[in-house]
């Protein structure tokens, strides 16, 4: 395959493979940049909320703790594991995946790791809970004031910088170095 | 009609759903148990009882469909008096407040969305059983569609997650979780994991007999 080439299955169309240059070292600077923006979104108020003299701070966790506290621990569990579990093993994930490929090793029980990467793929949905954070903000903007913290701009760059993170990354790379090694 | 494509399986070969490495199924061992000579996952020429799962996990959600649409979500509590909202009333108060944009986003998104993702995994799922070959390639696409719409979903349960870690300002205002949240989450994730254990290639099988 030619660079930046694609191919298509004959029949349905779907990409099968598209050829992507320096995946390994692009794939490794966005994923360090998205760890060091999901420890900003998670330590950094999202926003803060004023009605009537009153005000009330939220970080990314305060959703989750207080869904627990009311007795709706399956939703606290499920909101924790595709807010913030899943984003974070991904991230932890390809880190331990690609930095030692990088530096010509291989790391412990790489297929196993590999394929759970792919499967976290479709249980992170940090894009879907932005839209759920501006949803509550434009309903809640009526009848008070809100005011953005830091962990929101953070959390807006975490999900571009993870976007192209998975875009980055060829998978083939990563399965051609195990029969390299067989 | 285009001349039929060289398929994997014809060339008795199987594709890793792992990892995309293909195999000579004559050389591998007979029975199930298989295993991906480079990494390892079990191979198998479709899914293992495709059918049979979607079916269940797309019965399943079509079941909590009902209490998730008709128990509330949250209950918006503002001195002492509560309203209880469903997914139906929440758009409903976003169209009567004027936020039209909004409106159609978490109707589309909440109401839309599961109604596609449950109707077009059954429609699927009959085409495969009647052994239909009326265009594979637009079902392929529809498959696709119900992939990449699943998740949006959620937008609703991360809203009301949002909502009850703000709004807790003692008797002025508080926001409760209501049950319907739990169906309705669920619902999300049972047509999520309907989706993935449907094999897309099954379309495909009723033109490979003859």
Known sequence: MQVRERARCAR????????????????LALAVTGLILFVLSNVYPLMTFELQGQSQQNVLITGVLQLYAQGMWALAVLVFGVSILAPLLKLAGLL???????????????????????????????????????????????????????????????????????????????WEHLEREA | MKAPSPTAARAGLINCHACGQLSRARELPPSHGAACPRCGASLHLRKPNSLARTWALAIAA?????????????????FGRG???????????????????LALLVFFASITVPVVKLVGLVYLLLSVHLKSRWRPRDRTALYRLIELIGRWSMIDIFMISILVALVRLGSIATVDPGAGATSFAAVVVLTMLASESFDPRLVWDALEER
């Not at chain 1, 349905?12 to 794939?27: F, I």
């Not at chain 1, 690609?98 to 894009?127: I, N, Q, S, V, Y």
């Open chain 1, 12 to 27: 349905c169309g779907a990409l099968l493979y598209a050829h992507k240059p320096d995946s390994l070292e692009r794939t």
């Open chain 1, 96 to 174: 331990y995946v690609l930095l030692p490929l990088k530096l010509g090793r291989r790391p412990w029980l790489l297929p196993l790791a590999f394929r759970a990467l792919e499967t976290l793929d479709r249980w992170a949905m940090l894009e879907v809970y932005m839209l759920g954070v501006l949803v509550a903000i434009v309903k809640l903007a009526d009848i008070a004031t809100i005011v953005p913290g830091v962990a929101l701009y953070s959390f807006g760059a975490l999900i571009v910088v993870m976007a192209a993170a998975s875009a980055a990354l060829d998978a083939s790379v990563v």
């Open chain 2, 62 to 78: 079509a079941i909590l469909y009902i209490p998730a649409n008709t128990l509330p979500v949250m209950t918006v509590v503002s």
């Open chain 2, 83 to 101: 309203e209880p909202d469903t997914i139906l009333s929440g758009v409903q108060t976003l169209i009567a407040g004027g936020m039209w944009p």
